[in-house]
């Protein structure tokens, strides 16, 4: 059974930093592609960055360009997020997600599994 599983979330004041983590267990995940989407309440699931298997390729969305890093360590099948320089309009459910296309892709419909998520709340 494929378990995506978050953390590092939680409560920053704005200007603040936070590090996401998302391990990836149940199946060996070369030649997927992971990403990192976001959800406000009561908005859609919004993409923020995605990454090839192998770590060579990240793609991100312009709103956290700059700011946020992706990164992956293939050997512990975990991905991560750096985010710097936080705002209070970055409040919002954190998910992670797998796609096996192997493609840097944006399309919360083209990825085959996704974690639970963890809160991260930005304080003004």
């Known amino acids: 059974q494929v378990q995506l599983v978050e953390s590092g979330g939680g409560l920053v004041q704005a200007g603040g930093s936070l590090m996401l983590s998302c391990a990836a267990s149940?199946?060996?995940?070369?030649?997927?592609?992971m990403a990192w989407f976001r959800q406000a309440p009561g908005k859609e699931r919004d993409f923020l960055a995605s990454?090839?298997?192998?770590?060579?390729?990240?793609y991100y969305a312009d709103s956290v360009k700059g700011r946020f890093a992706i990164s992956r360590d293939s050997y512990k099948n975990t991905v991560y997020l750096q985010m710097n320089s936080l705002k209070p309009e970055d409040t919002a459910v954190y998910y992670c997600?797998?796609?096996?296309?192997?493609?840097?892709?944006?399309?919360?419909?083209?990825?085959?599994?996704w974690g639970q998520g963890t809160q991260v709340t930005v304080s003004s």
């Open positions: 990454i090839t298997w192998n770590g060579g390729t990240t």
């Open positions: 997600a797998a796609t096996f296309t192997g493609r840097l892709t944006r399309r919360n419909v083209e990825y085959n599994y």
């Open positions: 149940g199946r060996t995940f070369t030649g997927y592609s």
